[in-house]
């Protein structure tokens, strides 16, 4: 009888490492099973944020717009990314773009925070003709190729000299003064103006030119937008030059965008032009650059196209400055 016990006691010790084992395997399987769930739910969270971001950010539809006649495209710069700890939050673009896709017409729009570099966009490769906004980056290319001792604005132009001419082609859109200057230091492709506007990110520059005949090229928002940008760049630099030409900027007396306080501008106008750019040099400065389709040749300032530019300036102001 004794024997017997001990038999069956043995037996009942060597079933212990085959239950440890089994015990084992589902703490292995039940942990891989949760590692998996936890992923899952990852990716969709992840999903979920990339389909609210590009609902939010459309990406700009094609457009019918005829091609400009060079059509380089310049490299991509990348843009920063819309969050709610910037001035520009995802709800506040979305809003802006209803604004826009409200007004009839073709529309360009680029606005920087100069604070952050954060900037919006609307359709920024819609092309028009450039009108007389091509005359501020050709001013800033004169300032600029005089520092280098490539030009001499002091010579005289015409019975003027070059600073004398350069002050009413920015302030008043003389487009008397832009045809001496292009005369005397023509910007074209031969003369280096279209490596220039290439530099600064322009998408068709070969097609832009300030000559004496005249003033040609295809421009979009962005192209504006990334003047005004180079522009606020070199009032930075605090040369005389650059001191100078800003205060060509601040002078000029047209109100098609809305700024709510001092602002570096410049108007474009002609039949299916009707464009402005500014630096708009409030507490927290930025830059805004709206082009359209909404021109007239014979009416410098359409109604209802000013009208439109106050009501996107208007917004423009309350998204960067009241946040």
Not at 272 to 281: F, P, T
Request: hydrophobic share 40%; with cysteine; aromatic share 8%.
């Amino acid at each position: 009888m004794k024997t017997q016990t001990r038999k069956t006691r043995k037996k009942r010790h060597a079933r212990w490492p085959w239950v440890v084992m089994a015990v084992v395997m589902i703490l292995v399987i039940v942990a891989a099973a949760r590692s998996m769930m936890r992923q899952a739910v990852g990716a969709a969270a992840s999903a979920s944020v990339s389909q609210s971001v590009s609902q939010a950010h459309p990406a700009p539809e094609p457009e019918s717009e005829p091609e400009p006649t060079a059509t380089p495209q310049p490299t991509a710069t990348p843009q920063p990314e819309l969050s709610s700890e910037e001035p520009i939050t995802a709800a506040e673009a979305a809003e802006m773009d209803a604004l826009l896709d409200s007004m009839p017409g073709s529309i360009s729009v680029w606005i920087q925070d100069i604070t952050s570099g954060q900037t919006y966009t609307y359709k920024p490769d819609n092309g028009f003709y450039c009108a007389s906004t091509l005359k501020a980056p050709y001013a800033l290319w004169l300032c600029q190729r005089d520092e280098e001792g490539l030009i001499d604005l002091n010579a005289t132009v015409g019975g003027d000299t070059g600073w004398d001419l350069i002050y009413p082609m920015i302030a008043h859109s003389s487009n008397g003064a832009a045809h001496d200057l292009g005369a005397m230091w023509p910007g074209s492709l031969d003369t280096g103006f279209s490596d220039f506007l290439s530099e600064l990110g322009f998408a068709s520059p070969e097609g832009c030119e300030v000559v004496e005949e005249g003033i040609h090229g295809w421009v979009t928002g962005a192209d504006g937008g990334r003047a005004m940008r180079a522009l606020y760049d070199y009032f930075e630099t605090g040369t005389e030059n650059a001191l100078q030409l800003q205060e060509a900027f601040l002078a000029a007396d047209h109100d098609l965008l809305y700024c709510p306080a001092p602002a570096a501008k410049k108007y474009g106008s002609w039949d299916q032009a009707l464009h402005d750019m500014a630096i708009v040099y409030a507490d927290r400065p930025y830059i805004i650059s709206m082009f359209t389709d909404w021109g007239d040749q014979d009416v410098s300032f359409p109604e209802e196209g000013r009208e439109r530019m106050q009501q996107v300036g208007q917004l423009a102001a309350e998204i960067i400055l009241e946040d």
